[in-house]
């Protein structure tokens, strides 16, 4: 197993990961990334060479440009992992992981609001 702090708590509010989703993203990491056995190491952060990592409880996803304008009605969910030695942070594209399924991804609407 790859060694991630336990973060599989019930979620604090409807917004967090579940324990579920949050052993999704452990088992997709563990085939990925490697498992943590000798053949297949847990993975080291490329900043600090130590292998510590967690599981934020939120997706969170990046903003839209379009031209000079924000795009805030498209998301782009993305599970972060993040080095507790260093906090540098990896972000993971939820859909990928299977954290998200396709048919749970609704088309918004576009909504674009100045950045002044
Ligand atoms: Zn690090």
């Not at 409807?14 to 088992?27: N, R």
């Not at 000079?68 to 260093?86: D, K």
Request: hydrophobic residues 35%; proline residues 7%.
């Amino acid at each position: 197993m790859v060694s991630f702090r336990d973060m599989a708590d019930q979620p604090k509010d409807s917004h967090e990961l579940t324990a579920e989703q949050i052993k999704t993203v452990l088992d997709w990491l563990n085939a990925k990334w490697g498992d943590g056995s000798e053949t297949r190491p847990a993975p080291k952060c490329e900043m600090c060479k130590v292998a510590k990592w967690t599981i934020a409880h939120r997706l969170v996803s990046p903003v839209a440009i379009h031209g000079h304008t924000l795009n805030l009605g498209s998301a782009f969910p993305q599970v972060m992992v993040i080095c507790t030695n260093c906090g540098n942070i990896k972000y993971l594209n939820a859909l990928a992981c299977g954290v998200v399924k396709p048919d749970e991804i609704q088309p918004q609407p576009e909504e674009k609001q100045d950045v002044k």
